[in-house]
């Protein structure tokens, strides 16, 4: 028996994509929302996997909220890098399956290791 707990969050963050040609090569702004899933085997005796609020906090103390991404990373700072950062920065703390990245309402990246 498992569970998947899901939190979402978002950000406000501006970037530009090197070596990319297009319009996204220039300096440009998102409202990012970030989803975070977490697999859970055990519930303690409240029923409770763990608490949202604490995925939620640990989510909100590793987004990069209002900076310019670029400034803030040492990679070119796409959808699917962004997963890949969110995923390893929160994996020491949770058993996380999955993040995904929404750079608006129609385009997003999922990182996960188990592909």
Same mark, same amino acid.
């Given at each position: 028996?498992?569970?998947i707990l899901r939190v979402r =969050? #978002?950000?406000?963050? $501006?970037?530009y994509l090197k070596e990319y &040609?297009? !319009?996204?090569? !220039? %300096?440009h702004g998102h *409202?990012? /929302?970030v989803e975070v899933a977490v697999d859970i085997i055990e519930l303690d005796r409240t029923g409770l996997g763990i608490d949202f609020n604490v995925i939620k906090q640990k %989510?909100?103390?590793v987004l990069p909220d209002h900076t310019l991404l670029n400034d803030v990373y040492d990679f070119n700072p796409s959808a699917e890098n962004l997963a890949r950062r969110i995923f390893s920065d929160l994996k020491p703390f949770f058993p996380? /399956? &999955?993040v995904t990245v929404w &750079? *608006? &309402? =129609? $385009?997003s $990246? #999922?990182?996960t290791e188990d592909r």
């Open positions: 028996m498992s569970w =969050d #978002t950000f406000q963050a $501006a970037h &040609e297009g !319009k996204c090569e !220039k %300096l *409202s990012f /929302r %989510l909100a103390a996380v /399956r &999955e &750079e *608006s &309402e =129609d $385009a $990246a #999922t990182f």
